[in-house]
């Protein structure tokens, strides 16, 4: 086996490679693999193992494909620098095909099945049945992800099922988009077969490190949830087939009924989630509330906390694929140093924070909800108190657990990392992520994560379910109940959402949460909370642009900017020059500790401590690091700190036109008989220019 991968690994590299003239990655490269391969299970098993790349990473430097941090640069959590997404004026047709103008992989994928499944049919593979269907399961899996990957951010995409020719004719009319919702269509296809093939569990052996049955579900009751709630949000736009502007083939829409697509996918979204779903209840890791998660003799506290830092992540009913590292074979991540010593450049938001209901189920601002704005000037852990235990027991608190340094000895967290931390470090919004931190000592540098990276978790099930059922039918069915009640049993939250929703004032909502409107008005309080569950729920785990993109909930920052905020800062305890800062911060010196306000000094006389924070205020000079309240207010707003050369200071925009990725200029000339742009078989998305460097406009 490791003959085969170690030759595959080579032979799809070289399968890939084409000339810069070439287009939809035509060139044939089937010599590099022998006639006599495809022949047995194992070299089914060993081709298939090279996909599995595709999948994200637990990587704290690839934060952007990352697990733990991957929804940085939206309301959920953000990084020192925003992302250019909220500056329209940033954003620009490369010049290049484009991200996901890209079919490489679906051509190796499409190669796999030309010679596997003539193979197949006639006998010729050995090894054993129930493997060759797995591997042959894995690949129409993989067809399917690839195709998500790109269609889910350009929409329209040509559907390839082989590997084509070296012939112009051929390919130029394979380049042709077809609608968004066939390619969804084709995409649920390719799972559905990969769900009649892969097995319960894997007989290959390898348990969650391959791909099973549940797997392909969930991922087909996503994909079905995308492209049926982007058609009803984006209804009546350029962004779907058919709508007012749309650069699409009117021809190719077959009869096309958007409403009629919009309930085929919310009804297969539920058809998908609703066997793994159900198969949780009851199964779900235990959440004891414990916040540290584990005994100072490493023993776990609270499985749930867990089940985001064990190496081993085999035994948790709803982790379904998870990449599993070992640090003697060298196979590691960079996340173990960074959230464990420092704030790792991100933080939550207060939109996000506030998105919490408390135990009793009642929304902050709620009356009878007993929550206290006071406590907003006593810290993080006095305002996360009596809260659902999510955001509590991901959150790192004030002097709440013990950090490792390199040479093994601890320290406590510090809200100094606010102000003094790095690209690396800083602790950007004050409320410090704690989800997939370990507590083992570690002496090692950034190499030294062994945490299992979860790819899929069947627990999204629950939640997809959940939100179709509630589009289709406007309120929860028997077994949406039951899945919402779970959760939030879970969370330690009072199960009747009802008595949520009831409470839910959305004025109040959409303060924090984009979530809270779709093309530019707000929801209704049933859809809301449903999207609310789904936020905390799925915190940190790279799912929030996607949700955003699909529910069309940006459309109101084209003309509204939207402020990111942290912790309240100016007036608390965190505030040296009011004399309440129980830390008692000093220079490393033991000096008193000098907070300079727009070039004015202000000292305190407290105790020294170990770190020392310098507050500096410098809008105009961009030499600060926290946000003026004269401009800001009392909380901190990580955009707001420099004037200088900062597109975001005045809020983060949006135009409509970005919801979508652009086509490269050169893919539009690799796809057109004379090699020009005006002459492509395919078209630009909405607002983008076939030219390279041009700025996206907006779009109606």
Not at 228 to 240: E, S
Request: charged share 15%; hydrophobic share 35%; proline share 5%.
């Amino acid at each position: 086996m490791n003959k085969y991968i170690s030759a595959l690994i080579l032979g799809t590299s070289l399968i890939g490679l084409s000339s810069c003239e070439d287009f939809l990655n035509e060139q044939p490269q089937s010599q590099l693999i022998p006639e006599t391969f495809f022949s047995t299970a194992d070299q089914l098993a060993a081709y298939a193992i090279t996909f599995y790349g595709q999948f994200p990473v637990h990587d704290f430097y690839t934060y952007s494909l990352g697990t733990f941090i991957l929804d940085n640069g939206t309301d959920n959590q953000v990084g020192m620098s925003a992302s250019t997404i909220w500056d329209p004026s940033n954003n620009r047709t490369p010049s290049g095909d484009g991200t996901y103008w890209d079919f490489t992989q679906i051509r190796n994928a499409n190669y796999f099945f030309d010679q596997v499944l003539p193979k197949y049919e006639a006998g010729q593979i050995t090894g054993g049945d129930a493997l060759v269907r797995e591997y042959i399961g894995e690949m129409y899996f993989f067809r399917a992800y690839l195709y998500w990957k790109n269609y889910k951010e350009i929409g329209d995409y040509p559907i390839i099922l082989t590997a084509l020719p070296d012939e112009e004719e051929v390919l130029l009319e394979a380049s042709v988009r077809y609608p968004r919702n066939q390619v969804a269509r084709q995409i649920l296809s390719d799972l559905q077969n990969a769900i009649d093939l892969l097995p319960e569990t894997t007989p290959s052996g390898i348990g969650k490190q391959r791909l099973n049955k549940a797997c392909a579900q969930v991922l087909r009751s996503r994909v079905a949830l995308f492209e049926g709630t982007w058609l009803k949000y984006h209804k009546g736009t350029a962004l779907v087939p058919g709508g007012p502007g749309w650069p699409g083939d009117q021809s190719m829409l077959n009869g096309f009924n958007i409403d009629t697509e919009i309930n085929y996918f919310l009804t297969e979204a539920m058809a998908s989630a609703q066997p793994v779903a159900t198969a949780l209840l009851g199964n779900l890791a235990t959440n004891t509330g414990t916040e540290n998660g584990y005994a100072a003799d490493g023993s776990i506290l609270n499985p749930y906390y867990a089940m985001f830092t064990e190496q081993n992540l085999t035994n948790y009913n709803e982790v379904l694929l998870y990449k599993q590292y070992n640090l003697g074979q060298s196979i590691y991540n960079n996340i173990y140093m960074q959230f464990q010593r420092n704030g790792g450049n991100s933080g939550w938001t207060r939109g996000m924070v506030n998105s919490f209901v408390m135990q009793n189920g009642l929304p902050i601002y709620a009356t009878g909800s007993g929550y206290d704005p006071e406590w907003e000037n006593q810290g993080v852990t006095a305002t996360l108190q009596n809260r659902d235990s999510r955001i509590q027991i991901f959150t790192k608190g004030d002097q709440s657990i013990s950090c490792y340094n390199t040479d093994g000895t601890t320290e406590l967290f510090q809200e100094g990392w606010l102000t003094t931390g790095t690209s690396e470090t800083r602790l950007v919004t004050g409320f410090g992520i704690k989800k997939g931190m370990v507590y083992t000592p570690n002496p090692g540098e950034h190499n030294h994560g062994v945490q299992g990276s979860i790819v899929i978790r069947g627990t999204e099930a629950m939640l997809n379910y959940i939100e179709a059922c509630v589009e289709l039918n406007g309120s929860p069915d028997g077994n949406a109940t039951s899945y919402w009640q779970a959760l939030r049993t879970r969370a330690m939250v009072d199960a009747d959402f009802n008595k949520t929703i009831a409470a839910t004032d959305m004025s109040q909502e959409a303060l924090g949460d984009w979530g809270a409107y779709s093309a530019g008005s707000l929801v209704n309080a049933m859809i809301y909370n449903v999207r609310r569950e789904r936020r905390c729920e799925l915190m940190a785990e790279g799912f929030r642009m996607d949700d955003l993109r699909r529910w069309a909930a940006l459309d109101q920052l084209a003309t509204t900017p939207y402020q990111i905020e942290g912790v309240k800062f100016w007036g608390t305890v965190y505030d040296i020059s009011a004399g309440l800062n129980p830390l008692n911060l000093m220079d490393t010196d033991g000096k008193k500790l000098g907070m300079v306000i727009n070039g004015v000094e202000y000292e305190t006389g407290v105790p020294p401590t170990e770190l020392g924070v310098n507050v500096i205020v410098d809008v105009p000079g961009g030499t600060g690091n926290m946000s003026d309240p004269e401009i800001s207010g009392d909380y901190v707003r990580p955009y707001q700190i420099s004037a200088l050369n900062n597109p975001y200071f005045n809020g983060l925009s949006f135009t409509r036109a970005l919801y979508l990725s652009p086509i490269g200029q050169s893919a539009f000339r690799k796809a057109s008989p004379d090699k020009s742009e005006e002459n492509s078989v395919i078209y630009q998305n909405p607002g983008w220019s076939k030219i390279g460097g041009t700025t996206v406009t907006d779009i109606n």
